[in-house]
Protein backbone atom coordinates (compact mmCIF):
# COMPACT_ATOMS: atom_id res chain seq x y z
CA UNK A 1 0.00 0.00 0.00
CA UNK A 2 2.98 2.53 0.85
CA UNK A 3 4.60 1.60 -2.86
CA UNK A 4 1.11 2.42 -4.67
CA UNK A 5 0.89 5.58 -2.46
CA UNK A 6 4.63 6.73 -3.16
CA UNK A 7 3.81 5.90 -7.13
CA UNK A 8 0.69 8.41 -7.53
CA UNK A 9 2.57 10.78 -5.27
CA UNK A 10 5.46 10.83 -7.67
CA UNK A 11 3.05 10.43 -10.77
CA UNK A 12 1.20 13.50 -10.03
CA UNK A 13 4.38 15.71 -8.68
CA UNK A 14 6.03 14.05 -12.51
CA UNK A 15 3.13 15.35 -14.58
CA UNK A 16 2.77 18.94 -13.40
CA UNK A 17 6.32 19.50 -13.57
CA UNK A 18 5.68 17.67 -17.19
CA UNK A 19 3.23 20.11 -17.88
CA UNK A 20 0.68 17.83 -18.14
CA UNK A 21 -1.35 17.38 -14.91
CA UNK A 22 -3.64 14.78 -14.17
CA UNK A 23 -6.93 16.51 -13.20
CA UNK A 24 -9.17 13.36 -13.72
CA UNK A 25 -9.17 10.00 -13.58
CA UNK A 26 -8.11 8.68 -16.50
CA UNK A 27 -10.88 6.21 -18.36
CA UNK A 28 -11.19 3.84 -20.77
CA UNK A 29 -14.96 2.83 -22.07
CA UNK A 30 -15.75 4.81 -18.92
CA UNK A 31 -14.09 3.37 -16.50
CA UNK A 32 -11.22 5.08 -14.22
CA UNK A 33 -7.91 2.77 -15.10
CA UNK A 34 -5.59 2.18 -12.62
CA UNK A 35 -2.34 3.40 -13.30
CA UNK A 36 -0.31 1.95 -10.81
CA UNK A 37 -1.44 -1.60 -12.08
CA UNK A 38 -1.26 -0.26 -15.90
CA UNK A 39 2.56 0.57 -15.08
CA UNK A 40 3.43 -2.54 -13.44
CA UNK A 41 1.78 -4.74 -16.07
CA UNK A 42 3.64 -2.87 -19.18
CA UNK A 43 7.24 -3.11 -17.11
CA UNK A 44 6.04 -7.02 -16.00
CA UNK A 45 6.16 -7.51 -20.31
CA UNK A 46 9.48 -5.47 -21.60
CA UNK A 47 8.17 -2.27 -21.33
CA UNK A 48 6.48 0.38 -23.79
CA UNK A 49 8.52 -0.93 -26.78
CA UNK A 50 8.08 -4.44 -26.05
CA UNK A 51 4.42 -4.17 -25.55
CA UNK A 52 4.09 -1.72 -28.41
CA UNK A 53 6.21 -4.67 -30.95
CA UNK A 54 4.38 -7.25 -29.50
CA UNK A 55 0.66 -5.88 -29.63
CA UNK A 56 -0.44 -6.54 -26.94
CA UNK A 57 -1.83 -3.69 -25.27
CA UNK A 58 -5.58 -5.11 -25.66
CA UNK A 59 -4.25 -7.99 -23.19
CA UNK A 60 -3.62 -5.73 -20.75
CA UNK A 61 -7.32 -4.08 -20.43
CA UNK A 62 -8.10 -6.93 -17.64
CA UNK A 63 -4.99 -5.36 -15.55
CA UNK A 64 -5.90 -1.75 -15.86
CA UNK A 65 -9.22 -2.51 -14.51
CA UNK A 66 -11.39 -5.34 -14.08
CA UNK A 67 -13.85 -3.45 -15.57
CA UNK A 68 -12.95 -3.02 -19.14
CA UNK A 69 -13.39 -6.18 -21.83
CA UNK A 70 -10.55 -7.07 -23.88
CA UNK A 71 -10.66 -5.08 -27.22
CA UNK A 72 -8.20 -3.25 -29.84
CA UNK A 73 -10.02 -0.08 -29.15
CA UNK A 74 -9.79 -0.28 -25.55
CA UNK A 75 -5.64 -1.58 -25.70
CA UNK A 76 -5.56 1.11 -27.92
CA UNK A 77 -7.08 3.79 -25.25
CA UNK A 78 -4.74 1.98 -22.83
CA UNK A 79 -1.79 3.13 -25.22
CA UNK A 80 -2.71 6.79 -25.37
CA UNK A 81 -2.67 6.90 -21.58
CA UNK A 82 0.33 5.12 -20.83
CA UNK A 83 1.92 7.49 -23.49
CA UNK A 84 0.44 10.75 -21.94
CA UNK A 85 0.80 9.79 -18.42
CA UNK A 86 3.32 7.15 -17.84
CA UNK A 87 5.99 7.01 -20.49
CA UNK A 88 7.75 9.89 -19.43
CA UNK A 89 8.06 8.19 -16.17
CA UNK A 90 9.53 4.83 -17.58
CA UNK A 91 11.92 7.21 -19.82
CA UNK A 92 13.45 8.71 -16.33
CA UNK A 93 13.34 5.18 -15.05
CA UNK A 94 15.01 3.37 -18.46
CA UNK A 95 16.88 6.35 -19.49
CA UNK A 96 15.21 6.25 -22.44
CA UNK A 97 14.39 9.27 -24.74
CA UNK A 98 10.48 9.76 -24.74
CA UNK A 99 10.59 11.00 -28.46
CA UNK A 100 12.56 7.89 -29.58
CA UNK A 101 9.93 5.78 -28.05
CA UNK A 102 7.06 7.50 -29.74
CA UNK A 103 8.78 7.74 -32.40
CA UNK A 104 9.14 3.74 -32.47
CA UNK A 105 5.69 3.23 -31.95
CA UNK A 106 4.66 6.04 -34.64
CA UNK A 107 7.01 3.66 -37.10
CA UNK A 108 4.71 0.17 -36.18
CA UNK A 109 1.66 2.00 -36.94
CA UNK A 110 3.09 2.95 -40.47
CA UNK A 111 4.22 -0.45 -41.18
CA UNK A 112 0.96 -1.85 -41.58
CA UNK A 113 0.22 -3.55 -44.74
CA UNK A 114 -2.56 -2.45 -46.87
CA UNK A 115 -5.55 -5.29 -46.98
CA UNK A 116 -4.71 -7.34 -50.27
CA UNK A 117 -1.22 -6.26 -50.19
CA UNK A 118 0.20 -9.88 -49.24
CA UNK A 119 3.97 -9.66 -50.19
CA UNK A 120 6.20 -6.84 -50.56
CA UNK A 121 8.73 -8.92 -53.01
CA UNK A 122 5.92 -8.78 -55.36
CA UNK A 123 6.61 -6.53 -58.72
CA UNK A 124 5.48 -2.79 -58.26
CA UNK A 125 2.40 -2.54 -60.56
CA UNK A 126 2.54 -0.97 -64.26
CA UNK A 127 2.62 2.53 -65.61
CA UNK A 128 0.05 1.80 -68.04
CA UNK A 129 -2.93 1.87 -65.99
CA UNK A 130 -4.23 -1.34 -67.78
CA UNK A 131 -5.69 -4.80 -65.80
CA UNK A 132 -2.98 -7.25 -66.30
CA UNK A 133 -3.50 -11.17 -66.41
CA UNK A 134 -2.50 -11.90 -63.37
CA UNK A 135 -4.29 -9.07 -61.56
CA UNK A 136 -7.42 -8.97 -62.94
CA UNK A 137 -9.43 -5.31 -62.47
CA UNK A 138 -6.53 -3.66 -60.73
CA UNK A 139 -4.50 -0.66 -62.04
CA UNK A 140 -2.27 1.96 -60.99
CA UNK A 141 -3.67 4.82 -59.12
CA UNK A 142 -3.68 8.32 -60.49
CA UNK A 143 -5.50 10.95 -61.60
CA UNK A 144 -9.08 10.19 -62.87
CA UNK A 145 -9.54 11.06 -66.96
CA UNK A 146 -12.64 12.19 -68.30
CA UNK A 147 -13.20 8.84 -70.24
CA UNK A 148 -13.03 6.77 -67.08
CA UNK A 149 -15.09 8.70 -64.90
CA UNK A 150 -18.73 7.45 -64.56
CA UNK A 151 -21.55 10.40 -64.34
CA UNK A 152 -23.33 10.50 -61.89
CA UNK A 153 -26.75 8.83 -61.61
CA UNK A 154 -29.86 9.94 -60.01
CA UNK A 155 -31.11 6.28 -58.37
CA UNK A 156 -34.77 5.76 -57.55
CA UNK A 157 -36.17 5.06 -54.00
CA UNK A 158 -35.71 1.86 -52.81
CA UNK A 159 -39.12 -0.13 -53.09
CA UNK A 160 -40.99 1.00 -49.93
CA UNK A 161 -39.49 3.84 -48.94
CA UNK A 162 -41.16 7.19 -47.99
CA UNK A 163 -40.39 10.26 -50.23
CA UNK A 164 -41.50 13.49 -48.95
CA UNK A 165 -44.59 14.92 -50.41
CA UNK A 166 -45.19 18.21 -51.14
CA UNK A 167 -49.09 19.14 -50.43
CA UNK A 168 -51.14 20.12 -53.66
CA UNK A 169 -50.98 23.06 -55.33
CA UNK A 170 -54.47 25.38 -54.31
CA UNK A 171 -56.13 26.97 -56.60
CA UNK A 172 -55.25 31.06 -55.72
CA UNK A 173 -58.94 31.60 -54.23
CA UNK A 174 -60.41 35.48 -55.16
CA UNK A 175 -60.46 37.76 -52.87
CA UNK A 176 -63.98 38.29 -50.80
CA UNK A 177 -66.21 40.91 -52.36
CA UNK A 178 -67.64 43.46 -49.96
CA UNK A 179 -71.08 43.26 -49.23
CA UNK A 180 -72.73 46.35 -48.11
CA UNK A 181 -73.15 46.39 -43.69
CA UNK A 182 -70.77 43.42 -43.92
CA UNK A 183 -66.86 44.39 -42.79
CA UNK A 184 -64.08 41.62 -43.60
CA UNK A 185 -61.21 41.64 -41.23
CA UNK A 186 -57.86 40.17 -43.39
Same mark, same amino acid.
Given at each position: ??D??????? *???F !???N????T? &?????????? *????????R +??????????D????N? !?????? @???E???????????????????E !??????????????A?? *??? /?? /?PA????????? #? +?D?????P?? #????? &???? +??? +???? #??? *? &? &???? @??T??????? @????P???? #???????
Amino acid at each position: MADRRRFFEN *LVLF !CEQNGDPITA &PPQVSKQNID *LHRLYIAVR +SKGGFMQVTKDKVWKNL !CQQASS @AITESSAAGYQLRRHYEKYLLKME !CAETHRSYDEMIEFANK *LKK /KK /KPAGDRDSTDAP #P +SDTGAATPAT #PGLHT &PGPP +SAA +STPA #PQT *L &P &PPAG @AQTPQQPPPQ @AAQPPPTAR #PGKRYVS
